[in-house]
């Protein structure tokens, strides 16, 4: 038996987009251990364009923006799995399509979108897939390391603030509503470099100036994250809950790294 002692347990990764994606590699990993993945994507068209990466493993579609949708993907793996041992929430959207604006001029529309899909979400899922998760069943959402007012991010800082507290409010309602020992979680990455990322104005240049910050000097790979959530879904992590494990190499520790400061203050060019 391996320590993470997952084999043949059944496992459900929202947020499948590409080779790329958090939710590929956490699948990955668990798929190494002997696990079975049920990958969820947004539409049928996506589904359809990664046919070849799946290569016939489960997978389904889900609009988590449609709360029938959730509600049909929990009936669909509750047949298929029966019993399910993890969730990863690995979805994340906000509309750029004017380019970033001063968070004070944030749409109402686009905010509420973007809370729905990236935050709230999630405690659909786990409404609509209660009955289906196993006792001792762990729920990880992938967050971001460091809720700073990056003007790359735009509005979606706070949403993502929002969905660690979905975590931790998630944890405690489960806890008092159910029986079992289900637990919530998240794993706030530092920058990454993933399609969907980079989509977002200005993440290239704060990917970069992160890397420069992580105290080895190489940026973090997704591989990181997916071992760390991974870990978070086995048994082996019983006795941590409500909790947001930060994996970025030591950047939010390093502000001050003697480097960044002497580029930073070098005189400008006249």
Partial sequence: MSFLDVSGKAFVVFGLSNRKSVAWAVGQVLEREGAVVHYGVRTVER??????????RPAFVCDVEEGA?????????????????????????????????PFHETKRAD??????????????IARAFKDVLAEEASVVAIGISSYVTASSYGYMSPIKSCLEGCVRFLAKSFSRERRGEVRFNAVNAGPLKTKSSAGIP????????????????????????????AFLLSPQSSGINAQG??????????????DVVRLTMRPESS
């Fill in 111 to 124: 905010f509420l979108q973007a809370t729905q899909i990236s935050a709230f979400a999630l405690v659909e």
């Fill in 245 to 258: 494990i930060v994996v970025n190499a030591g950047m939010d520790w390093n502000y001050f790294d003697e």
């Fill in 47 to 56: 589904l359809g364009q990664l046919e070849k990466l799946l290569a016939g």
């Fill in 202 to 229: 200005g993440y290239l240049e704060n990917y970069l100036f992160a890397e420069k910050l992580t105290m080895r000097r190489r940026a973090l790979e997704t591989a990181e994250v997916a071992n760390t959530v």
């Fill in 69 to 101: 949708s959730i509600e049909a993907a929990a009936a669909e793996i509750g047949e298929r799995a029966g019993s399910v041992a993890g969730i990863v929430f690995s979805v994340a959207f906000a509309n750029y399509a004017e380019g970033l604006k």
